[in-house]
């Protein structure tokens, strides 16, 4: 399926074919939690210059300590480049949010950021979720939009920058899943 920008991965932007073999699954033991976190750490703390005052240069909160909470890796080639953070809303029957979408600079644009969202979407589904949520930086409301997201009020702020809230259903995935053969995100 064409991306988000309807261009070829390869014509277009001139780069290299992504041949890697794409992964996502929950974070397994402490090897794999540690990662998640230095990634998460290095996008949003180093990269993007994010939770440095908040939260004193870590994007680390409750969420994480909270059994719940699902900490998701994305793996090119058996290597670790990606993270999304998931979890269940207390006092909302059904929603679920995810936050905490990151990949590596140099594995961008490798198809690894969007079967990460579609793990996320499709774990939240099969945990009995109703609805889904998050809030996306502006530079990736279309991103979450080709993804089939839909935006959801206007800008609010976070972590000191604007984030749009966005939306997606979670009973179509669920049954997708469900279904003959179930659905391969
Ligand atoms: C946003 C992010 C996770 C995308 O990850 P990625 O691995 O580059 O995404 P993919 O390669 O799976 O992208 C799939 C398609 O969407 C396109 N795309 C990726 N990011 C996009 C964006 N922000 N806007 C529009 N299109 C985008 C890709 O070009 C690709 O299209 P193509 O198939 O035509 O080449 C990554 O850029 C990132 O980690 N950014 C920094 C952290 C961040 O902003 N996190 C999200 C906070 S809301």
Known sequence: ?????SRSSVTASG????TAVVACRAAAGPAELAAHFRIRRQVFVAEQGLFRT???GDDRDGRDDDPATVHVIGLADDVICGTVRLYPLAGAAGRWKGDRLAVLPG????GIGAPLVRFAVTTAAQRG?????AFI???NVTFFEWLGWRRA???VAYAGIPHQRMVIGLSGVRAAAAGPGGRAW
């Open 137 to 139: 930086q502006p530079a």
């Open 107 to 110: 594995h961008r644009q490798q």
């Open 129 to 133: 979720g109703a609805e889904m949520e």
């Open 153 to 155: 009020g206007g800008l």
């Open 15 to 18: 780069r290299a074919p992504a």
């Open 54 to 56: 908040a939260g004193g």
């Open 1 to 5: 399926m064409a991306g988000p920008g």
